[in-house]
């Protein structure tokens, strides 16, 4: 589905009419945002390269990045992002510790309604995407969630998912491949998921061992046979989810009476008998070094940050991503992704934003006051892509056809939004408009689209507006254009 921009502009316009544009109280925070920068320097050129390492490495860029950004170096900003650590502002702390999920046990976590936890958890990932530091970290945490998927509606998963998060996800977005991977097979939510409970010697369930192979590690063409899946169920037998009377509910154990404890032969590599709870250990080590894991992450890293397999960007991803791997470490995420940001991301092609991007990318660029909740999430409901309930291991798509039918939820999302209809969610536009100076219309419009004010885009948007004074609705027909739909 291909949209004209004047189309687009169009729909948006005639959706605008119908909106109601009246304000609404400025939300009160415990914990003040940092203020706008005096003044905000417009990228240079139609596209500026700085905007598209931005989009790439994050959720978009803030008012006042771009600047800052060129300031620095764009090799010193990759550096910066390459080490996550940078510290977070207060009201994110102040916002993430409210929240249930971030602060309790998953056996504690069982006190609060399921649906209100599933929400918690969705509110922790929108509002790290929308106002942390790190923003590479951040949109490695989406891309790895994606990766080892788990649809937190089945079993326990709303309650075991946050943990899963932070364990799997966030600890290693940016560390070792392989450290990941044992969490992850340690993970109560993913042996809930994938129905490792009911893996046990004399009646293998196959379930996770097929998906550890196929989407995990070595991909579907990694050079693996069904007697491979069936080596390595057996292998992962007698690992469960403690659920006896007077136990630490939830927590990951290992049964060694449910364990096949005989011979087994993975990948053409011996695993002796008697092995036990280390039959794991031995399996992920195979696994996490084998050269089909490395080219198939790498291959996925190229198109999250590329758009595609890009040859020459892949080549060197796969030699970084391997350089490093030890007896106790392998799968150099970091390392990797330096060589990817350093090979071709100027000549990459556009990618289309996902509903998860685009919202968080759109509360960016306009510098949004939100608390993320219900009344957020449910536009990206609407768009298809709720967080955490794609049923299928495989994870979000990521190919653009997936996507295009999810135009015009996007749009109602822009006017609810430009108008400041949204409930606890709060833009300041003639602030925003005031800190570039200048013709209001076209400091909104270029602001949300990281361009010149004279750039013809920025143009066609304040021509299509009814009203240019009305900038709630500049900002909506701006997030409506096939321009910020791409990243």
Not at 258 to 265: N, T, Y
């Amino acid at each position: 589905m291909k949209l004209s921009r004047r189309a687009a502009l169009k729909w948006a316009a005639l959706a605008g009419g119908a909106a109601s544009l009246a304000g609404c109280e400025r939300i009160a925070r415990s914990v003040s945002r940092a203020p706008l920068p005096d003044r905000i320097a417009l990228p240079e050129g139609p596209v500026d390269p700085l905007v598209r390492l931005i989009d790439r490495t994050g959720f978009g860029p803030t008012p006042g990045q771009v600047a800052r950004v060129k300031l620095m170096g764009p090799a010193m900003y990759i550096e910066e992002q390459l080490r996550g650590d940078l510290s977070e502002e207060p009201h994110l702390e102040f916002a993430l510790n409210r929240l249930d999920v971030n602060r309790v046990h998953s056996a504690e976590l069982e006190d609060v309604p399921e649906e209100l936890a599933l929400e918690q958890l969705q509110r922790a990932a929108l509002l790290r995407a929308v106002y942390s530091r790190n923003q590479l970290k951040e949109r490695l945490a989406d891309f790895w969630t994606n990766h080892f998927n788990i649809y937190a509606r089945k079993a326990r998963g709303v309650y075991s998912k946050p943990d899963d998060e932070r364990r799997v996800v966030r600890d290693h977005a940016l560390g070792w491949f392989s450290d990941m991977l044992r969490e992850s097979a340690t993970s109560p939510a993913m042996i809930e998921y994938l129905d490792n409970q009911q893996n046990r010697s004399g009646v293998p369930n196959e379930n996770y061992a097929r998906e550890l192979l196929e989407l995990h590690t070595l991909g579907v063409d990694g050079g693996y046979t069904y007697q491979d899946i069936k080596e390595l169920a057996r292998c992962l037998t007698g690992w469960t989810v403690e659920t006896r009377f007077l136990r630490p509910r939830g927590r990951i154990r290992f049964d060694p009476d449910l364990h096949d404890d005989g011979p087994k032969r993975l990948l053409g590599q011996s695993i002796p008998a008697g092995g036990g709870e280390r039959d794991l250990d031995r399996v992920l080590h195979i696994l996490s070094r084998h050269p089909s894991t490395a080219k198939f992450i790498c291959r996925k890293l190229c198109r999250l940050f590329l758009g595609d397999d890009a040859p020459r960007a892949y080549d060197v991803a796969v030699t970084a991503f391997t350089a490093s791997n030890g007896p106790k470490r392998a799968g150099d995420v970091r390392s990797a992704v330096r060589a990817i940001l350093a090979s071709g991301l100027d000549e990459s092609r556009p990618i289309l934003k996902r509903p998860f991007d685009w919202v968080a990318s759109a509360l960016r660029a306009l510098r949004a006051d939100t608390d993320c909740d219900r009344s957020i999430l449910k536009h990206i409901d609407s768009m298809g892509q709720p967080l955490y309930e794609w049923p299928m291991p495989d994870g979000y798509p990521d190919d653009t056809v997936s996507w295009t039918g999810s135009m015009l939820p996007r749009w109602s999302f822009a006017l609810a939004l430009g108008s400041n209809e949204i409930p606890r969610t709060q833009l300041d536009l003639k602030a925003l408009a005031a800190a570039h100076g200048g013709d209001s219309a076209s400091a909104i419009a270029a602001t949300v689209l990281s361009r010149r004010a004279d750039d013809e885009p920025v143009k066609a948007i304040v021509r299509a507006a009814s009203d240019p004074e009305n900038l709630g609705l500049v900002a909506a027909l701006a997030l409506a254009s096939p321009e910020f739909q791409w990243r």
